[in-house]
């Protein structure tokens, strides 16, 4: 893993509440790395896409985003006076989520937080579309703020799938455990390694399966798909160093038992990935891990393989 020595904090202007901001602001001071706010806007009002496009229209654009750069300078003042090295930029750019992973690629940013969306009448945060593109999209490591505080030693939750299950590449396993390790030793945190399976799906392929003897018992079955698991989950905690009382194999669903176990551990952090049907083409996030994702209660760092690039189709910049 190469060393984060640039983190981008994505600004919502329409707020006063930044909790991704001192997120961000926080791990770039443990980890030493230099914090840009970034803040990306767009008005279709303004855009000349509707009209004719005009200078007036033009001078418009430009005192909106000196306006914004204005208003990330004085967030910056407070950070800088905490002796972090913090840059502001403010873009003209649409969607927004492509403007953020432009930015991103651009700039070489080795991690990006944003705030997720708080939706009041549930009481909970729920991720936005922006935020599911952002996880599609995004190559950086994207770490995704809920509205709370987190504990002064924070657990962070390496989610990994040894089965190499959903054909998801098994070098991620290793990319989403070498950083949650280098995050939590930095902030002064342990890591804990999640990995569920569901025996109903052994039990349904044995019953399927005209290879298996119908009087293989159902439990036999469960038993000999947890062995063939826990061996696999045992070799990568091991490889990583993460003791064994610090792993939880799990007989489940996963989009059920994660939530209940970062509840039951007060986790600051669930790390993931992206998961991917193969290298060439896109990555998708499926029913069960969106249902994961908007359940947890704490935050979410989604890692991506290391050969994920860009979308060719959002890398290149827009005009204004």
């Known amino acids: 893993m190469q060393k984060i020595t640039r983190i981008m904090c994505v600004i919502d202007p329409t707020t006063d509440e930044q909790h991704a901001m001192y997120r961000a602001a926080s791990v770039a001071g443990v980890l030493g790395a230099e914090l840009e706010l970034f803040v990306c806007y767009y008005n279709e009002y303004l855009s000349g896409d509707r009209l004719f496009d005009s200078p007036s229209l033009e001078k418009a654009r430009k005192e909106v985003i000196t306006g914004h750069e204005k208003n990330l300078e004085k ?164 490889f990583h160093g993460i003791p064994d009382d610090d792993a939880h194999l799990v007989a489940g669903l996963s989009h059920e038992e994660l939530p209940a176990l970062s509840k039951e551990l007060d986790a600051a952090v669930v790390v993931m990935g992206a998961i991917s049907r193969n290298r060439w083409k896109r990555l998708f996030i499926g029913a069960t891990a969106e249902r994961t994702l908007d359940h947890l209660p704490c935050d979410l760092l989604i890692v991506k393989p290391d050969w994920f690039r860009t979308p060719a189709e959002i890398s290149k910049e827009r005009a204004a």
Not at 105 to 134: I, P
């Open 75 to 238: 967030l910056a003042e407070s950070l800088r006076s905490r002796g972090l090295v913090v840059r502001t930029t403010a873009v003209w750019d649409h969607p927004l989520y492509e403007g953020i992973v432009r930015h991103a690629a651009a700039t070489g940013a080795g991690l990006v937080f944003k705030d997720t969306h708080h939706h009041s009448a549930v009481s909970r945060a729920l991720l936005t579309n922006t935020d599911w593109h952002l996880i599609r999209s995004c190559a950086a490591p994207l770490w995704l703020v809920k509205p709370r505080d987190i504990p002064k030693k924070p657990i962070f939750i390496a989610a990994i799938d040894p089965m190499n299950e959903h054909d998801k590449p098994a070098a991620l396993d290793d990319e989403i455990l070498v950083l949650s390790k280098e995050l939590a030793g930095k902030c002064g945190g342990t890591v804990r390694a999640f990995h569920s399976y569901d025996p109903r799906i052994a039990v349904a392929t044995a019953t399927a399966n005209a290879y298996i003897p119908v009087s293989l018992p159902f439990d036999e079955i469960e038993k000999q798909m947890r062995e063939q698991h826990e061996k696999r989950f045992k070799e990568i905690i091991a």
